[in-house]
């Protein structure tokens, strides 16, 4: 089973990215992101475990709030407990819209990937 994102075909691949006003608002890195903000409850947990530094992902946290009408991630600075992160109700809906059309697309380009494949070096 291929992961989500990526086709059965192990070669080639699409990926689906929603790009607003030229800007790209939202993929499926940001889709992995916020996952591992739900999973690790912290942005620095979450970019740990993506092995990625702590300032890209807090740069992407704020272009995702930034690009949508409403926040996607509320962060919490530290306390005692530490600081933490949630996905808002916005959040979680773009997540959950965003793998659905992902899983879509992917289903639907199955169809055509052997043909490309066929013609691709």
Same mark, same amino acid.
């Given at each position: ?11 080639i ?7 607003s ?9 940001k ?24 300032? #890209? $992902?807090?740069?992407? *946290?704020e272009? &995702?709030?930034?690009?949508?009408? =409403?926040?996607l991630? @509320? ?5 005692r407990k ?6 808002? #109700? $916005?959040?979680?809906? *773009?997540?959950? &819209?965003?793998?659905?059309?992902e =899983?879509?697309?992917? @289903? ?12 691709l070096?």
């Amino acid at each position: 089973m291929a992961h989500q994102g990526e086709s059965r075909m192990a070669s080639i691949r699409i990926a689906a990215r929603v790009i607003s006003k030229g800007e790209r608002a939202f993929g499926p890195g940001k889709a992995d992101l916020l996952e591992h903000i739900v999973a690790e409850g912290s942005i620095s947990k979450a970019a740990k475990a993506m092995d990625m530094s702590y300032s #890209r $992902a807090w740069q992407l *946290v704020e272009a &995702m709030n930034a690009a949508f009408r =409403k926040p996607l991630v @509320e962060a919490s600075t530290g306390g005692r407990k530490g600081g933490g992160a949630v996905l808002t #109700r $916005a959040g979680e809906e *773009v997540l959950e &819209m965003f793998r659905k059309m992902e =899983k879509r697309l992917n @289903e639907d380009a199955d169809a055509y990937l052997a043909e490309f494949e066929k013609r691709l070096r």
